[in-house]
């Protein structure tokens, strides 16, 4: 560390010599004195000036008669054509009979030119020296904070001597079935000549797909933690620089590392970002950099020997757009998917991470469960942890069921901003556009339904409606219609109640756009498009270039879209004309109440009558 700063602080000293250098040998000798015009036409008309050399014409050097040799007056020029006419003319005025001429020299400074010449040079070097400092200094992981440690892979080490795995199987809650696959892999790792024995051949690498926060990173390490073997852990972005050749050179540094410490696990999150389709896009040429690191990281799969003992688990949510050749058999030929818990995953998840927690009474998991579907391992810990800080901040001694229902609000919708300001006309108007979608989707069958209604501020949104996502694998048209009906419910309400229609329902319209797409060009819903689908799941095509349909199908497309937005539009209208009575009760409950539920929708419209037969839940206040 001392040596590297001795090395760099000797770049500042030699500059500053540099400097200083330039400084003193651009003066030249002393003893001239500058002088003014008026001054030299004096001596001109005196005729005592010798010789006059003009220096890069900005420069004059005025010689005396009595002293040819040395250079007495100096004479900064302004204009030069001015300066020799009135040389010219002064001697001429005044009758000089043998006038002196001006003289052109081109001088030379050899100190600008040297700056000239090498400063940009110099820069440079501070620059490259100083990015050079910077990436090293980052990461930090395996031999980091060097400057020429930049080919270093940046992975984190957990094993033995430095941090332990304490990540186990009882830390994963739910994924069942990945745990499954995966205790094959902890086995090996134990007992690799149970399988060595009989010439079984053990995966090298596992891919881990699913979306962000389901506990991919977690369940690696429960293996390495089950296995009790050394983890690597690195992000792909991580072995991707500006420079060429580094992220191989990582990639290559990463598999030395692990070879010696085998068995071992190599994790690799975000696996995309080097991993993805190589040459896809013919506009930037590919991406080079990242192609090579690719290659490398195959190469080094290829390399060593299935039996070696180290296994490469990789991360990704989307596995449709990574390079077929990472699946060829030999590399990730597994594949796990990590999806979103369901309601029992999620009670799990909760018993996990509330073991360290203070509980009330009131607290119950299967509710809590039931309260957040479409959460993630992720939220579900963040919900809890939010919790315990929302029971402190009150000064509780144990976390009640309010608070978590309360960090549930905040991490579906940010923040209660209770004091941005509204006017009364405006929470008039939200009140309605929320009152529409709970109408509607209350009185739509297939729609989903409502769990509660607020006009609360949080975030950025305005108002917000919650609904009961029923966890269902395929959906009909006419859950998607209703869907879209529902969602359409804010701006037709606007419409019905006041005639008039606002901005609010921007995200309202895109939801129900993208919906619309969908369900004419990728599902095959539309009965003018037909049953095609142009969904590309190999993730091969890039639509943004070509389209794989004709401009007069993109037409129809787009007629088709329009149309199903319209009628969902027109349905929601008249629904809520009918409905006008109940909608306005609706909204002046809100207004006054600020949140509704379910109940309360109830009591106004009376019980969903397809309803009845399903059990159904809804959030006391
Ligand atoms: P991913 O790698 O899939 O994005 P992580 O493994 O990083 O997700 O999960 C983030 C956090 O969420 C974990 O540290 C853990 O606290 C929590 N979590 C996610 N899934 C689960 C699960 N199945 N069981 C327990 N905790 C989970
Ligand atoms: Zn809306």
Known sequence: ????????????????AVLFGLYFT??????????????????????????????????????????????????????????????????????????????????????????????????????????????AGRGGGIGGGQIFNIGKSKAQLFDKDNVPVNVTFKDVA??????????EIVDFLKNPEKYTKLGGKIPKGVLLVGPPGTGKTLLAKSVAGEANVPFFSISGSDFVEMFVGVGASRVR???????????????????????RARGKNPMNGGNDERESTLNQLLTEMDGFGTNSGVIVLAATNRADILDKALMRAGRFDRQIYVELPDLIGRKEIFEVHMRNLKLGNDVDKDFLAKQTPGFSGADIANVCNEAALMAARKGKEVIEKQDFMDAIDRIIGGLE?????????EKKVIAFHEAGHATTSWLLQYAHPLVKVTIVPRGKSLGAAWYLPEERQITTK?????????????????????????????????????????????????????????????????????????????EIIDKQVSKLAEQAYQEAVSILSEHKDGLTQLANKLIE???????????IFGKRPWDAAKEENHEES
């Not at 010789?51 to 007495?72: M, Q, R, S």
């Not at 598999?255 to 970002?273: G, H, R």
């Open 1 to 16: 560390m001392g040596k590297k700063k001795f090395n760099f602080y000797w770049i500042y000293v030699i500059l500053t």
């Open 253 to 275: 540094d990463l598999f030395n590392n692990a070879k010696q410490k085998s068995p071992c696990i190599i994790f690799i999150d975000e696996i995309d970002a080097i991993g």
């Open 174 to 183: 739910g994924l069942e079935e990945a745990k499954v696959e995966i205790m």
């Open 417 to 425: 901003k209770k004091n941005k300001i509204i006017t009364a006309d």
């Open 26 to 135: 651009g003066k030249d000798e002393a003893s001239q004195e500058e002088i003014d015009m008026g001054q030299l036409i004096e001596m001109l008309k005196d005729g005592e000036v010798g010789k006059i050399t003009l220096v890069n014409k900005e420069n004059a050097e005025i010689y005396l008669k009595d002293n040819p040799k040395t250079v007495k007056y100096t004479y900064r020029i302004g204009s030069l054509e001015r300066f020799e006419e009135t040389v010219e003319q002064v001697q001429k005025e005044n009758g000089i009979t043998n006038p002196i001429y001006i003289t052109n020299v081109q001088r030379k400074s050899w100190g600008m030119d040297f700056l000239i010449g090498w400063l940009p040079l110099i820069v440079l070097v501070i620059i490259w020296v100083v990015i050079m400092r910077n990436m």
């Open 593 to 603: 109440k600020e949140v509704i539920f379910g109940d309360d929708l109830e009591q």
């Open 478 to 554: 006419e859950q998607l219609y209703h869907e879209m009906i529902a969602t359409m419910g804010g701006r037709a309400a606007e419409q019905v109640i006041f005639g008039k229609i606002s901005t609010g329902a921007l995200s309202d319209l895109e939801k129900v756009t993208k919906q619309a797409y969908a369900m004419v060009t990728y599902y095959g819903l539309d009965e003018v498009i037909g049953n095609l689908s142009y969904y590309d799941s190999t993730g091969q095509q890039d639509f943004s270039l070509t389209k794989p349909y004709s401009e007069k199908t993109a």
